[in-house]
């Protein structure tokens, strides 16, 4: 069992940073992909981002290529997604899963393990 913790969101205005954090209760495997998505109010969760915890080999969706990053702290069993540029449709609940297996999934459905999620609002 896989226990995620996202910390880090918050109330920014559009064209500010922000840097998310998920924590993870036990050490990620080497066949271990962890990815962000997020869910705005009324829509549908959507696919963020994943990261390969081998490799950090990151995938990103084309809506957040160029602005978001993922990286991964391996002695912290830490991800991270660095939110630049925010704008105020990157608002939403953001939420780090984690599934075995190295290939890139976007369904929500194909990711076992879930955090609680954290909210990130950004202002016009």
């Known amino acids: 069992q896989v226990r995620l913790v996202e910390s880090g969101g918050g109330l920014v205005q559009a064209g500010d940073s922000l840097r998310l954090s998920c924590a993870a209760s036990?050490?990620?495997?080497?066949?271990?992909?962890m990815a962000w998505f997020r869910q705005a109010p009324g829509k549908e969760r959507d696919f963020v981002g994943s990261?390969?915890?081998?490799?950090?080999?990151?995938y990103y969706a084309e809506s957040t290529k160029g602005r978001f990053t993922i990286s991964r702290d391996n002695a912290n069993n830490t991800m991270y997604l660095q939110m630049n540029n925010l704008k105020p449709e990157d608002t939403a609940v953001y939420y780090c899963?984690?599934?075995?297996?190295?290939?890139?999934?976007?369904?929500?459905?194909?990711?076992?393990?879930w955090g609680q999620g954290t909210q990130v609002t950004v202002s016009s």
């Open positions: 036990v050490r990620t495997d080497i066949n271990y992909r």
């Open positions: 899963a984690a599934r075995s297996g190295p290939f890139v999934r976007t369904t929500k459905d194909a990711y076992p393990y």
């Open positions: 990261i390969r915890w081998s490799t950090s080999v990151t």
